[in-house]
Each structure stands twice: as structure tokens, then as C-alpha cells.
């Protein structure tokens, strides 16, 4: 009776984990299925937002020099990027965001910066205001 039992309880988990294994596949198969179906990025979106995170602390001093306090913004963009000389790795890119406080948008910021002996430093900073919509 007990070699029964034994014999049945090893069956049992032999078929238990032969249908995990096959659970586990289908289901790595689906997911891989799923990712397969997943956004796609363009490379210069990429460049673009890689580029913008790692100039974000320029972004950040260059508007508190501004305004005198930190402000949040949105919506940076490149709006253009140059190298200085040919074939050197000095470059020049002006990004354009938009400035706001509480809520209320304050203005849109176009800040051009470049890398020189290592350092990055922003050489323009123009602000133009945005009207301010009379609320009803």
C-alpha cells in the first residue's frame, strides 16, 4: 500500500512539474510576445532625452540665476546643436523649455550652453514672457 501511495505521489509531482515547466514557457513566451509589441523609440529621441538629463543641472542653475529661485519647466527640447570646429568634441546646443510656478506658466526659456576644457557653461539665456489669460 505504501509503494502505491509512493509510486502516486511521485507521478503526481512529475506531471505537477512537467505542466509548470510547460506553464512557465508559455508564459515566458507571451511575455516576450507582449515586449515584441512594445514602443519603439526613435535613436535621436533617445540621443535627445540622454542628452537633456545629463545637461539638467545646467538647466536647473541657468533659470535659478534667472529668476533668482529655483523654478520648475517642462518640455525640454533641443532646439539646436552644433559642433564649434571640425572634428573636435566642442559643441554648442540651445534648448527651449517652459517655465511655470504653481501651475501658472510663466514663460519659455531658450538657454544655449557649451563644453569647453571640460567644463559646460551657459553662454545665452533669452526669456520670453507668455501672456497670462485673464480667468473668468
Partial sequence: MKRILIKFI?????????????????????????????????????????????????????IESYYGKTKKYSEAKIINIKRVEEQSYYFTVTFQVKTFDDNNLIGVENITMRNDDGEIEVINFIHQDVPVKASR
Fill in 10 to 62: 511521485l507521478v503526481f509531482m512529475c506531471i505537477t512539474s512537467i505542466s509548470n515547466i510547460t506553464g512557465y514557457s508559455v508564459c515566458a513566451a507571451n511575455l516576450k510576445e507582449a515586449n515584441s509589441f512594445s514602443f519603439t523609440e526613435d535613436k535621436e529621441e533617445l540621443y535627445e532625452d540622454f542628452l537633456t538629463i545629463l545637461l539638467s543641472p545646467y538647466l536647473d542653475n541657468a
